[in-house]
C-alpha cells in the first residue's frame, strides 16, 4: 500500500510537468518521454560519479529545463511545429542518454567496490572438456580499475518505511508550493494568460518566445526532477523509462480533475498528485486480478490510452447536455490541446 | 498642451510578395500625421489597406519603403512587443483582448505593466479597478469572475480597459464593434469617445460601420487602393488651437507633412 | 458521479489488500526466448515431480517484461504485493528489478549469470538478507578454446553483448582474458536491442573467423536472424546455450536449461517448506551439468571438418536434420 502512494507521488511529479505544458501554457510537449529518462540517467550517472543525491536531482531538473527550452527554441525560432519539436527533440535525448549512462541502462551500485564471482575455471574448477585442447599459459588478468561507486547511501530504499513516504511527500509539497507562488507573481499570471491567449500576451509586452520558452522550461523540469527520483527510489536509469509517459501523464492530469474536487486549488496544480496515486492503484489492482483473464502488465499502456479516449468523448456528452458548466473537458480536450 | 504628431508616416509603402508575379502593392506613398488627442476614423472597401495600415502601425509589419515614426521616432526594426509599450490594441474577436481563463482581477494585473515582469506578486493597481467602475458596469464588484465568462460587450469593455491602463500614445481599434449586438456597440463606442475626450488618448479607429463613422470621430480616412484621403477634419475635441496645421477636406489627397 | 468513483477505488484497494492462503511463486524473465521458457518448464516440472500439486499447494504467475526494464520494474512491484510468498526471477536484469524492490520476501533468481557483480548477493555460499539462487555462470574460455580446435587458423572471434545487461558484460569481461591467454582477437558486436545487434553483425561479420554467443538475451532473442546473417558469410557460430544453439549455432557447449530449472526447484521447495533464504547456499550449477552439442549439418553447409575426438565427446549430434541424443 505504501509503495502505491509513493510511487503515485512520483508520479504525480510527472504529471504536474504535462499538466504545465498541457493545461498552462497550451501546448503538446512530446519532449517528455525523453525528458524522463534524461533526468534519470543524468542523475545516476552524477550520483555514481560522486556528486551527493540532492545536487544530482537539482542538476537534472536543469538538464531538463534545458530540454523544453530547446524544444521552445526549435518551435519558435525555427517555427517547427511543437508536436514536431518535441519529438525531434525527445528523439535527440535518447541517444544523449545511451552517451550519458554508456548502456541502456545504469543500475545504482550496491557496493563500493567492482566484485565479480570469478570465472568458472575460477569458480567451478576444470572443465570436463580441458583435455581436448592444448594447455595455454594464463595471463594476469588485466588490472581493471576497481570503480570506487559511491557506496549507495540509498535514499529511498533500505530506511524505515515511513520514512520515504515523509521524503517524497516534503519534495512533492515543496515543488507544488513554489509552483503556486510562482505562478501568483506578475510572470506566473502572465504565462498563465499566455495559454489562453497567445497572441494576446504580445500587446502587453512579453514575447511569445519568452514565454514558450519558460512554459516548456518549467513543465520539463518537473518531469526530469522525477525522473531522477524515480531512478533513484527504484535502483536502476533505463534508456526506456520515459516511453509512453506523455499518455500516461495525460490520464492522470484527467484522473486528477475528474476525481479531485477542488480543482482549482493552487492554479490546479495539486490535482494530479491524487490522480498519481489513483493511477497507481488501479495499476496495482488490474495486474492483481487481470492476471486471470491473461492480462500482462505490458498491456496497461493500451487501458491507459482507452481512459483518456473515454473520458474525453464522456467529456463531449457532458457539454452537450450542460453548455456553460464547470465541465469545461471537452473545450478543454477537443478544441485547446495543441493550439499554437 | 502643444500639438505635436504621435504618430507620422513618411512615403511609406508597402508591397507585398515584392517581384513575384502576384505583386501587390497594399499601401501606396501614404504620408500622414496624426497628432495628439486625434479620434481618427478609418473606412474602406475590403482589401483596400484598412489592416494593412494597422499592422503598420503595430509594426507587425516593416514598410518596403519609407519610415514609420511614433512620437517623433523612427519604428524601424522595432517588433510587435517593443512598440506594445506605447500602442494599445483592441481587435474584433471579443476573446483576443483579455485573457479568457483569468479572472477579471488577474486580467488587469497583467494589463498593469508593459513589458518584461519579474517575480513581484500581482497586484491590481487602484487605478485600474476605477477605470474599471468608470464603465458602470459592476465589473469592479466582481472582480473574480472568469474573464471568459462576461458578454461580448463587456469583454471588448474590459479590453479596452485593459489597452489604456498603461497609458498608451494611441489605441488603435480594428473594428472592436463589429461582432457585437447594438445595445453593446453603443456603449462600446461611447466608451471610446470616452477615452479619447476625458483622457485624451489618440485613438485610430477602422470601422466598417457609417453611422459610428459619422458620429464618432474628428478626422475621417478612407482608404482605396491603398491611397488614403481624408475627408473630414475637425479639431481633436481634448485640444484648443488657433492654427489648423492641416489641410482640409475634398479632393485633396494627402496630409500635407509637417515635421513638428 | 464523482463520489461513485471515489467509493469503487476504496473498494479495489482494500481487495487489493487480502491474502492469500495458498504458496503463490510469482516468476518472471526480461524476455522470452527458449532456454528461458526451459528454465521456467524445470522448476514447475521439479515442483510436481516433489509431490506438490499445482493449484492445491502451489499456484504460480508467470509475467514476462518483453525486454523493457521499466515493464521488469513493475512485474516487480506486483509482486512485492501481498497475494505472493515467493519470487523467481529468471535472468540478471529481471533480478535486479526484484532484489531491489521485494525485500520482505524470497527472491530465489535463477540463470543470473554473475550475482556479484550484479549485486544480487555478497558471495556464493550463504548470505544474509532474502536473495539466494543458482548462477549459471559459463565456461567461456573452454568455448572459445573450442572455437579454435575446429576452426583452423582462428584470429578474430566476434561477441554478441548488450552492454545494458550485466551478464553480457561479464562474460565479455571473461572472454577477453580467455582470448589474450589464446592469443586470439575479440571484437565485440554491440547492440542495445535486436535490430542494432543484427545490424552490427551485419557489417562486421566479413571480418571475422567465428561467432561467439554467451548468456545475452538480447542475442538469443534474434538468433535465427544471427544465424542466417552468419551462414551467408560461412561463419561459424559457439554458443553457451545449448537450446540456442538448436536454433543457430554450430556448436553449443553449455548447461541443459531444464535441468537447470529442475536444480532451481529444489531451492525453492526448500523455501516452501519452511527455510528461510539466508539458511541456503547460494551456487553454481556443477560441471557435470555441462552439455555439448554439434551441428554437423552447419559445419558441413560451411566446409569445416570437426575433429572425431570431440564429435566423440558430443551430448547431441544435429546430422542430416536429425537430433541424436548420445549420451
Not at chain 2, 497583467?110 to 485600474?128: D, E, M, N, T, Y
Not at chain 3, 523467481?88 to 529481471?94: A, H, L, M, Q
Not at chain 3, 555441462?290 to 575433429?307: E, F, R, S, V, W
Request: aromatic fraction near 8%; glycine fraction near 10%; include cysteine.
Amino acid at each position: 500500500m505504501l509503495g502505491i502512494v509513493e510511487q503515485g507521488l512520483i508520479l504525480g511529479l510527472m504529471s504536474i510537468g504535462v499538466f504545465i505544458s498541457f493545461r498552462i501554457v497550451n501546448m503538446a510537449d512530446l519532449t517528455v518521454d525523453g525528458t524522463f529518462a534524461l533526468g534519470g540517467a543524468l542523475c545516476v550517472r552524477l550520483f555514481s560519479l560522486g556528486l551527493n543525491a540532492p545536487v544530482s536531482l537539482l542538476l537534472s531538473l536543469l538538464a531538463g529545463a534545458g530540454a523544453g527550452i530547446l524544444t521552445g527554441f526549435l518551435h519558435r525560432k525555427l517555427k517547427i511545429n511543437v508536436l514536431l519539436a518535441g519529438i525531434l527533440v525527445m528523439t535527440m535525448l535518447y541517444s544523449i542518454n545511451l552517451r550519458i549512462m554508456n548502456g541502456p541502462n545504469l543500475p545504482i551500485p550496491k557496493t563500493s567496490v567492482s566484485a565479480s564471482l570469478g570465472t568458472f575455471e575460477q569458480v567451478a574448477g576444470k572443465d570436463p572438456l580441458a583435455d581436448l585442447f592444448e594447455p595455454s599459459a594464463p595471463v594476469a588478468a588485466p588490472q581493471k580499475e576497481i570503480a570506487k561507486h559511491r557506496t549507495f547511501e540509498n535514499i529511498f530504499l533500505g530506511t524505515a518505511d515511513g520514512q520515504d513516504l515523509l521524503l517524497l511527500s516534503a519534495i512533492v509539497l515543496i515543488c507544488v508550493a513554489l509552483t503556486g507562488l510562482f505562478l501568483r507573481t506578475e510572470l506566473g499570471t502572465a504565462l498563465r494568460g499566455f495559454g489562453t491567449n497567445p497572441s494576446g500576451l504580445e500587446s502587453f509586452g512579453l514575447p511569445k518566445t519568452l514565454m514558450t520558452l519558460l512554459g516548456l522550461g518549467l513543465a520539463n523540469a518537473f518531469v526530469s526532477l522525477s525522473g531522477g527520483i524515480f531512478a533513484l527510489y527504484s535502483g536502476f536509469a533505463d534508456v526506456t523509462m520515459g516511453q509512453g509517459m506523455i499518455v500516461t501523464g495525460l490520464a492522470v492530469v484527467m484522473l486528477g480533475e475528474i476525481l479531485f474536487v477542488r480543482r482549482k486549488l493552487v492554479y490546479g496544480i495539486f490535482a494530479p498528485i491524487l490522480g498519481g496515486i489513483v493511477y497507481q492503484g488501479i495499476l496495482a489492482v488490474v495486474m492483481r486480478y487481470g492476471y486471470r483473464i491473461g492480462f500482462r502488465a505490458s498491456d496497461m499502456k493500451l487501458l491507459t490510452a482507452l481512459f483518456i479516449v473515454a473520458v474525453i468523448g464522456f467529456g463531449l456528452i457532458q457539454t452537450k447536455k450542460r453548455m456553460k458548466g464547470k465541465f469545461r473537458l471537452s473545450t478543454i480536450f477537443g478544441g485547446g490541446v495543441g493550439r499554437d | 498642451m502643444g500639438v505635436w504628431a504621435v504618430i507620422k508616416l513618411s512615403d511609406v509603402s508597402v508591397v507585398y510578395r515584392k517581384g513575384e508575379e502576384n505583386e501587390k502593392c497594399a499601401l501606396k506613398n501614404a504620408t500622414l500625421q496624426i497628432s495628439q488627442g486625434d479620434f481618427v476614423i478609418i473606412v474602406g472597401p475590403n482589401g483596400a489597406g484598412k489592416s494593412t495600415l494597422m499592422k503598420v502601425l503595430l509594426c507587425e509589419l516593416a514598410p518596403t519603403v519609407g519610415t514609420y515614426y511614433l512620437n517623433g521616432k523612427s519604428m524601424r526594426g522595432f517588433s510587435v512587443t517593443q512598440v506594445a509599450r506605447w500602442v494599445g490594441r483592441v481587435f474584433q474577436d471579443p476573446n483576443s483582448g483579455i485573457f479568457p481563463d483569468l479572472s477579471i482581477l488577474e486580467n488587469l494585473s497583467i494589463a498593469s505593466k508593459k513589458g518584461v515582469r519579474w517575480l513581484r506578486f500581482r497586484s491590481c493597481p487602484q487605478k485600474a479597478v476605477s477605470l474599471l467602475s468608470l464603465l458602470g458596469l459592476g465589473l469592479e464588484k466582481n472582480l473574480n469572475t472568469r474573464a471568459g465568462d462576461l458578454s461580448g460587450g463587456q469583454k471588448q469593455a474590459l479590453a479596452m480597459i485593459m489597452a489604456i491602463i498603461s497609458d498608451p500614445k494611441v489605441l488603435l481599434l480594428d473594428e472592436h464593434t463589429a461582432s457585437l449586438d447594438p445595445k453593446s456597440s453603443v456603449k462600446v463606442m461611447e466608451l471610446t469617445r470616452q477615452i479619447n475626450e476625458q483622457f485624451g488618448i489618440t485613438v485610430v479607429m477602422i470601422t466598417h460601420n457609417m453611422p459610428f463613422a459619422e458620429q464618432y470621430g474628428n478626422r475621417k480616412w478612407k482608404i482605396e487602393e491603398g491611397e488614403v484621403y481624408e475627408y473630414e477634419y475637425r479639431p481633436p475635441v481634448c485640444l484648443t488651437r488657433s492654427e489648423n496645421p492641416f489641410p482640409l477636406v475634398g479632393d485633396q489627397r494627402r496630409c500635407a507633412p509637417k515635421c513638428v | 458521479m464523482r463520489f461513485k468513483g471515489q467509493l469503487f477505488f476504496c473498494l479495489f484497494l482494500f481487495l487489493a489488500l487480502s491474502v492469500f492462503s495458498l504458496t503463490r511463486i510469482g516468476i518472471t524473465a526480461i524476455t522470452d526466448h527458449p532456454a528461458l521458457d526451459a528454465i521456467r518448464f524445470g522448476i514447475i516440472d521439479g515442483l510436481i515431480q516433489e509431490g506438490l500439486v499445482l493449484g492445491q499447494d502451489f499456484e504460480f504467475e508467470f509475467q514476462s517484461a518483453q525486454g523493457n526494464m521499466s515493464t521488469a520494474l513493475a512485474i516487480a512491484n506486483h509482486f512485492n504485493s501481498n497475494a505472493f510468498d515467493l519470487v523467481v526471477p529468471i535472468t540478471t536484469p529481471s533480478a535486479q528489478a526484484c532484489a531491489n524492490v521485494i525485500k520482505n520476501k524470497p527472491v530465489i533468481f535463477s540463470a543470473a549469470t554473475d550475482p556479484v557483480a550484479a549485486s544480487l548477493i555478497p558471495a556464493l555460499g550463504k548470505n544474509p538478507g532474502n536473495v539466494v539462487g543458482v548462477s549459471d555462470m559459463t565456461p567461456v574460455k573452454t568455448q572459445i578454446q573450442l572455437m579454435k580446435l575446429v576452426v583452423p587458423g582462428l584470429r578474430r572471434i566476434g561477441i554478441m553483448t548488450n552492454p545494458g545487461e550485466a551478464n553480457s558484460t561479464v562474460l565479455k569481461d571473461h572472454a577477453q582474458i580467455a582470448c589474450s591467454e589464446l592469443d586470439i582477437e575479440l571484437v565485440e558486436v554491440v547492440g542495445t536491442n535486436t535490430s542494432e545487434m543484427i545490424a552490427a553483425l551485419s557489417a562486421i561479420v566479413s571480418a571475422i573467423d567465428a561467432i561467439y554467443i554467451g548468456t545475452d538475451n538480447t542475442a538469443a532473442s534474434c538468433i535465427e536472424s544471427l544465424h542466417r546473417i552468419a551462414l551467408a558469410q560461412k561463419t561459424p557460430i559457439i554458443c553457451a546455450d545449448i537450446s540456442m544453439s538448436r536454433s543457430g549455432g554450430m556448436i553449443g557447449y553449455g548447461f541443459d536449461y531444464y535441468a537447470f530449472g529442475i536444480d532451481t526447484s529444489r531451492m525453492v521447495l526448500e523455501i516452501i517448506r519452511g527455510k528461510t533464504p539466508s539458511e541456503i547456499e547460494s551456487r553454481l550449477i556443477g560441471p557435470e551439468s555441462l552439455q555439448l552439442l554439434i551441428n554437423l549439418d552447419y559445419a558441413k553447409q560451411i566446409g569445416l571438418m570437426i575433429p572425431e575426438a570431440l564429435i566423440a565427446r558430443a551430448s547431441f549430434i544435429i546430422e542430416n536434420g536429425v537430433e541424436r541424443e548420445i549420451k
